[in-house]
């Protein structure tokens, strides 16, 4: 099993960027699936989450600004960013848990997101 994460980048302060985590191999449709970041000096940590009935849950730093969704058809989670703040700079990560999010799992790449001010 491997998971591949895309779309990172540099955006200014307020503006947007869309993250996604593709799977190969597994039964992704039963994984729970979550975006862990983690900072500079920092631990990581879980952003969002969202079990493999489609409900979700967010850090309380980023509720209401982002989304996270899966499509089971394509095995990928993707994970919408708005109203970016420099705090939300971090490698992002993904990560696929065969029962829970912090439980065993699979994890993805990181990608960068950094957020000028």
């Known amino acids: 099993v491997q998971l591949q994460a895309f779309g990172g980048g540099l955006v200014q302060a307020g503006g947007s960027l869309s993250l996604s985590c593709v799977a190969s191999?597994?039964?992704?449709?039963?994984?729970?699936m979550g975006w862990y970041r983690q900072a500079p000096g920092k631990q990581r940590e879980l952003v969002a989450l969202?079990?493999?009935?489609?409900?979700?849950n967010y850090t309380d730093s980023v509720k209401g600004r982002f989304t996270i969704s899966r499509d089971n058809s394509k095995k990928e989670v993707y994970l919408q960013m708005n109203s970016l703040k420099p705090e939300d700079t971090a490698v992002y990560y993904c990560k696929g848990g065969l029962w829970s999010i912090t439980g065993p799992g699979f994890w993805g790449q990181g990608t960068q997101v950094t957020v000028s001010s």
């Open positions: 969202i079990g493999n009935g489609g409900n979700t």
């Open positions: 191999g597994g039964t992704f449709g039963s994984w729970v």
